[in-house]
């Protein structure tokens, strides 16, 4: 049974960090590529992050790009994602996918349609 969960989401103060840890059942790192996303209230979710199944590519949405930084445990069959200075936003709720890497680096990355499973995410909160 194919299973993602999400953990590590809370709330923080602007200009700290947070780990996000996505924990995944079913198969193992190097079958899949993981993606983080996020969702904004009454915005649309949106792509942040996604690290490659066969040598570890890391790509990241330019909104990101020098804070956040996807990693992975092959052992622990688990992917973090690290977000650095983190900025006051409104709560949103970090999702981790997974889907077939040469799909995704073929028609895009960021397309949600793409991926295969989903977790149910953890809420991040950045408030002052």
């Known amino acids: 049974q194919v299973q993602l969960v999400e953990s590590g989401g809370g709330l923080v103060q602007p200009g700290e960090s947070l780990r996000l840890s996505c924990a995944v059942s079913g198969f193992t790192l190097d079958n899949y590529a993981i993606g983080w996303f996020r969702q904004f209230p009454g915005k649309d979710r949106e792509g942040v992050s996604l690290?490659?199944?066969?040598?570890?590519?890391?790509y990241y949405a330019d909104s990101v790009k020098g804070r956040f930084t996807i990693s992975r445990d092959k052992a622990k069959n688990t992917v973090y994602l690290q977000m650095n200075s983190l900025k006051p936003e409104a709560p949103a709720v970090y999702y981790c996918?997974?889907?077939?890497?040469?799909?995704?680096?073929?028609?895009?990355?960021?397309?949600?349609?793409?991926?295969?499973?989903w977790g149910r995410g953890t809420q991040v909160t950045v408030s002052s």
């Open positions: 996918a997974a889907g077939a890497q040469r799909l995704l680096l073929q028609r895009g990355i960021w397309i949600q349609g793409l991926y295969d499973y």
């Open positions: 690290i490659t199944a066969t040598d570890g590519m890391q």
